[in-house]
């Protein structure tokens, strides 16, 4: 499968209609775990255990000790959250129980960038806002999932590639400015929050 299809199959079956694909930061994150999953394509590693090494990585930046460490922790859980996803595809061995899977595990790993965050020292009021926020968008995209009968289709400026660079770049700023993270996570509430009003509008919409 070339990539061109690969993204052609993932916009499917997120459920983007009229031939239209994912675009911007979306499309290169998608791209990357296009070319990282092609070492577990070849070993045939089965999708649902591909899955299980993002929350390992996330789990191990809460207890590091080093900002730069933490940072590299995070952006390998963000990347190799995507490859089950990607070699599903590319395997053609995409599921129903493979996607309630991956999003079980998504919010786990998530969990834990936030748990970093607290461990740094970020207000828990805030982190709870940001999580709440979160846990919001997602929920209310499963539940439409189920309602309509279909996938959105709409990607917000706050997906997961967003969230997770933001708390791995917040990380790698405090090597060089002190509260960096601060304004990270301060960023991370605000975009999520135009996030939540993106998702709202375009639920009413396709559900009129």
């Given amino acids: 499968m070339t990539r061109t299809e690969y993204l052609q199959k993932w916009s499917h079956l997120h459920g983007f209609q009229d031939n239209t694909e994912v675009a911007g930061v979306a499309r290169a994150y998608l791209s990357i775990n296009y070319y990282l999953a092609q070492p577990a394509v070849f070993l045939r590693f089965a999708p649902n255990l591909v899955t299980l090494i993002a929350p390992l990585f996330a789990f191990g930046a809460i207890y590091s000790e080093q900002n730069l460490l933490t940072a590299f922790l995070v952006l390998a859980s963000l990347v190799t959250d ?3 996803g990607a ?9 129903r129980i493979g996607s309630v899977w991956d999003g079980v595990i998504d919010r786990i790993t998530e969990l834990l960038w936030i748990g970093a965050l607290y461990r740094a020292g970020i207000s828990p009021t805030l982190l ?3 999580w709440a926020l979160v846990a ?3 929920y209310g995209r499963a539940k439409f999932n189920h309602v ?3 996938t959105l289709g709409v990607v917000t ?4 590639p967003v969230r997770g660079l933001l708390v791995a770049f917040g990380f790698l700023g ?3 400015q002190s509260q960096s993270l601060e304004v990270v ?3 991370w509430l605000i975009l999520q929050g135009i996030a939540i009003a993106q998702f709202i509008v375009m639920t009413r919409r396709q559900l009129r």
């Fill in 87 to 95: 070699v599903a595809i590319i395997r053609g061995k995409t599921s």
């Fill in 174 to 176: 405090e090597i060089f």
């Fill in 157 to 160: 400026v706050c997906e997961r």
């Fill in 128 to 130: 709870l806002a940001i």
């Fill in 148 to 150: 309509a009968g279909k």
């Fill in 185 to 187: 996570s301060l960023v």
């Fill in 82 to 84: 995507g490859l089950d």
């Fill in 136 to 138: 919001t968008q997602e």
